[in-house]
């Protein structure tokens, strides 16, 4: 399989788990929604899980740190009037907030992906608008099936966490958003998170791993049938 890999780097990202208020934990891995929030933004118009055949990625970091974050709250009395700051004490909040160091995206897509991403339309962003990225390559390679190996930096379908015995952090998460206002998930799924500092092995995945054959990295592959469908 023909494909490019493009590397993504910043100095910080953030993944929000879902279900977290007062404390705000990050992802290691972003969930599939951020990526085609990148394809969108690379390519200028909202990008849906049809719109794409295949794609793989893998997310490395240097190490964790917490912010402290200091917000106020916005609101309106009725929907014709104009938001304004709510009266303090309780429009202010400050929350710890969980972010990656120095992460590095690995995307693979298929070769069309690569005038996008030579000239992104918007920013590129791994989480919040400060967690701005930058192309640091885009690079024609090989990608070969196999059905076993180790990975690391990846989510993997619950029914590969299943088979496998895999030890991962199980989240359900979005696989893309809705193009509305108020905007709404598409294809909730359980996935098995894997960090990129303690990776797994799978002894039993066909259909659905790939190696690079030059850098000889393993990353799960998500086609366009799964990607809308699910596993049925």
Known sequence: MEAIRIT????????RVPGFVGHQLTLPVPPLCTV???LSAASGRWVLPQDVEWLAYRCDYESKGIDLEFIIQ???ERPERVPQPRRPPEAYTVIRREFLTMPCLVLYLSPEWEPAFRRPRYSLLLGRSQDVASVESIVPVTLEPVSKGQV???LLPMKLVMRNSAP????NLPVAFTDEPHRRPIGMRIF???DAHRVARLRDAPNWLVKDTESGLIIPLYRRDWLVHGDG
């Open 36 to 38: 085609f929030g990148l």
């Open 168 to 171: 991962a952090w199980l989240q």
């Open 152 to 154: 690391g930096g990846v």
């Open 74 to 76: 916005i609101a309106r």
């Open 8 to 15: 993504l780097r910043a100095y910080t990202a953030s993944f």
């Open 192 to 194: 098995g998170v894997i």
